[in-house]
């Protein structure tokens, strides 16, 4: 059974870092190009950032420069460094695949709060 499993959220002030991680099970992540979303209150899931596909990884404008994707596939992992964190930024974050064919799992709560 596929699993994701999101953790590293929390709470921090603005201007502040927080590193997410996404263990996946059931799978390996070498299979697939990884991304990850988010969902603020009230607002529909969007996307935050993808891994290299054909030699371009895709990051929203909104995070452009300040959050990066990466992964570890020997570990199963994939990461969301997030640096210079905006109040805006507040949402559930989650991984999936690019095109988002794993099930979704609960995600990770980032509040972002001066």
């Known amino acids: 059974q596929v699993q994701l499993v999101e953790s590293g959220g929390g709470l921090v002030q603005p201007g502040g870092s927080l590193r997410l991680s996404c263990v996946v099970s059931?799978?390996?992540?070498?299979?697939?190009?990884m991304a990850w979303y988010r969902q603020a209150p009230g607002k529909q899931r969007e996307l935050v950032a993808t891994?290299?596909?054909?030699?371009?990884?895709t990051i929203a404008d909104s995070v452009k420069g300040r959050f990066t994707i990466s992964r570890d596939n020997k570990k199963n992992l994939v990461y969301l460094q997030m640096n210079s964190l905006k109040l805006e930024d507040t949402a559930v974050y989650h991984c999936?695949?690019?095109?988002?064919?794993?099930?979704w799992g609960q995600g990770t709560q980032v509040t972002v709060v001066s």
């Open positions: 891994d290299i596909i054909r030699d371009r990884a």
């Open positions: 999936n695949t690019e095109s988002q064919g794993l099930p």
């Open positions: 059931g799978t390996s992540v070498s299979f697939f190009a």
